[in-house]
């Protein structure tokens, strides 16, 4: 269904997915939070955490509820981290880029909104715990592979350029990340980073996975100079590259190369 035609259908679409990315949003800060304290994430009610009250409905509207109670929970008076805010609204912000990227709902946008909730969660977990649990790799490829059979194409040659890119690319860094390891006798590549570009690269190609990777390191280097740490969760940083690239990527790469 193209929404472009129509000015409702495509404002009532765009709406309805930013409702649905910040519905999404909240979800995942749970779950990685948990994740990372070792907790179950699938039961258990949501809760504060520094009063231990279980929320309520109406303290569990995305946005809204932070607004309403001005960043603090109702119970206790706590002021609740921002981060929750701005995760609910950068991924409506995202579920809307994925609609506007493809212009129509199609198996394409399910596709990317759920590799989205994948790169928010994992790097929320690795900001946390500098590790990426391999759950989330393999959610990635779940979906990768559930989404061949509607892609309307030649199944090998929807995989083909993925496997291309993600051997190439994800192969490439871990030799790189050997030799580092051995010249400056520490880590400075995570296995998981490793798995999360093979992952990504599936879905990019080897052109657009080659921009991710760039873009990937630019991001991590602002982040050290904006941060002023030597180690940082890598893991943000390839995802938001990620992300770019699947919007973007494909006409950067093909602006690219008609240069030639």
Same mark, same amino acid.
């Given at each position: 269904?193209?929404i472009?035609?129509?000015?409702?259908?495509t404002?009532?679409?765009l709406?309805?997915?930013f409702?649905l990315g910040?519905?999404?949003?909240?979800?995942?800060?749970c779950m990685?939070?948990?994740i990372?304290?070792?907790?179950?994430?699938?039961?258990?009610?949501?809760?504060?955490?520094?009063?231990g009250?279980v929320?309520?409905?109406?303290d569990l509207?995305?946005?809204?509820s932070?607004?309403?109670?001005h960043?603090?929970c109702?119970y206790?008076?706590?002021k609740m981290?921002?981060r929750?805010?701005?995760?609910e609204i950068g991924?409506g912000?995202?579920?809307?880029?994925?609609?506007?990227?493809?212009?129509?709902?199609?198996?394409?946008?399910?596709r990317?909104?759920?590799?989205?909730?994948?790169?928010?969660?994992?790097s929320l977990?690795?900001?946390q715990t500098?590790e990426?649990p391999?759950g989330f790799?393999?959610?990635?490829?779940?979906i990768?592979a559930?989404?061949?059979?509607?892609?309307?194409v030649?199944p090998w040659?929807?995989?083909?350029?993925g496997?291309?890119g993600?051997?190439?690319?994800?192969?490439?860094?871990l030799m790189l990340s050997?030799?580092?390891d051995?010249?400056?006798k520490k880590d400075? %590549? /995570?296995?998981?980073? =490793?798995? #999360? +570009?093979?992952?990504s690269?599936?879905?990019? &190609?080897?052109?657009?996975g $080659?921009?991710?990777?760039?873009?990937?390191c630019? %991001? /991590?280097l602002?982040? =050290?100079v #904006? +941060?002023k740490?030597?180690?940082?969760?890598f &893991?943000?940083?390839i995802? $938001?590259?990620?992300?770019?690239?699947?919007?973007?990527?494909?006409?950067i790469?093909?602006w690219? +190369?008609?240069?030639?």
């Open positions: 269904m193209s472009y035609g129509d000015t409702f259908i404002c009532y679409v709406i309805l997915s409702i910040t519905v999404f949003g909240s979800f995942i800060n990685a939070s948990r990372a304290e070792g907790k179950n994430w699938i039961s258990g009610r949501s809760h504060c955490d520094s009063c009250h929320l309520q409905i109406q509207v995305p946005v809204f932070y607004l309403f109670l960043g603090k109702r206790c008076g706590t981290d921002h929750y805010m701005l995760t991924m912000m995202a579920f809307v880029g994925v609609v506007l990227h493809y212009g129509q709902l199609n198996v394409f946008v399910l990317d909104w759920a590799l989205t909730c994948v790169l928010l969660g994992l977990v690795d900001l500098y990426i391999d790799i393999i959610a990635g490829l779940i990768y559930a989404s061949i059979p509607f892609s309307g030649n040659e929807y995989m083909k350029s496997l291309l993600g051997a190439v690319i994800s192969g490439s860094m050997l030799i580092m051995k010249i400056l400075t %590549l /995570g296995g998981g980073d =490793v798995k #999360l +570009l093979f992952m690269c599936l879905y990019l &190609g080897l052109g657009s $080659l921009f991710c990777l760039i873009l990937a630019i %991001l /991590g602002i982040f =050290v #904006l +941060l740490k030597e180690k940082i969760a &893991g943000p940083s995802s $938001l590259a990620v992300y770019t690239s699947l919007i973007v990527g494909p006409a790469v093909s690219y +190369l008609s240069l030639f």
